[in-house]
T-cell receptor, first 113, second 110 residues
């Protein structure tokens, strides 16, 4: 019973490098989200998707791109990493109905040097 | 937009009761969630309130007052494993997203 799986769990990048975080969910959820969590800032929404083929900007989208080509996968890309993107990234998914809770992945810790 | 406020940290003794407050300002309120997050782990769902009143789930209860923009999470019979951050999150109508507060760190001591 995997739920929401994120890869990789840890990554160290140099400034200017690119990378992609992969999120996969096996619960057939419509909605998927990418959050970042920084000390003292709480969880902040980067991008989200309400269905396959759709994406939308969240609270802090700059410097990130996303794609949802398949319903079960939501990719977060950093085209040119910056030290300010050092953070813990959480993917989450939820069902469509009212009160649908978010199920989170285990998180991906990214360090940009 | 949504503005969510939570106190940052509190310490409580094993076996005691602790209340964690959350105040929010949002247009078109459509539900409030509480999550628990242990250090280095993902948040996990605790409770959901959309109507005024108290929801009880074992040792945890959550209360909502929509007119006051206020919720609290009550943790009873505290255990050491309850040491965690507790996150309040609000959803607005027509909005598929949850806006999270900064979280309240609860430290349980023997």
């Amino acid at each position: 019973n995997a739920g929401v799986t994120q890869t990789p769990k840890f990554r160290v990048l140099k400034t200017g490098q690119s990378m992609t975080l992969l999120c996969a969910q096996d619960m057939n959820h419509e909605y998927m989200y990418w959050y970042r969590q920084d000390p003292g800032m709480g969880l902040r929404l980067i991008h989200y998707s309400v269905g396959e083929g759709t994406t939308a900007k969240g609270e802090v989208p700059d410097g990130y791109n996303v794609s949802r080509l398949k319903k079960q996968n939501f990719l977060l890309g950093l085209e040119s990493a910056a030290p300010s993107q050092t953070s813990v990234y959480f993917c989450a998914s939820s069902q469509r109905e009212e009160g649908g809770e978010l199920f989170f992945g285990e998180g991906s810790r990214l360090t940009v040097l | 937009g949504q503005n969510i406020d939570q106190p940052t940290e509190m310490t409580a003794t094993e076996g005691a009761i602790v209340q964690i407050n959350c105040t929010y300002q949002t247009s078109g309120f459509n539900g409030l969630f509480w999550y628990q997050q242990h250090a280095g782990e993902a948040p996990t769902f605790l409770s959901y309130n959309v109507l005024d009143g108290l929801e009880e789930k074992g040792r945890f209860s959550s209360f909502l007052s929509r007119s006051k923009g206020y919720s609290y999470l009550l943790l009873k019979e505290l255990q050491m494993k309850d040491s965690a951050s507790y996150l309040c999150a609000v959803r607005a109508y027509g909005n598929n997203r949850l806006a999270f507060g900064k979280g309240n760190q609860v430290v349980v001591i023997p």
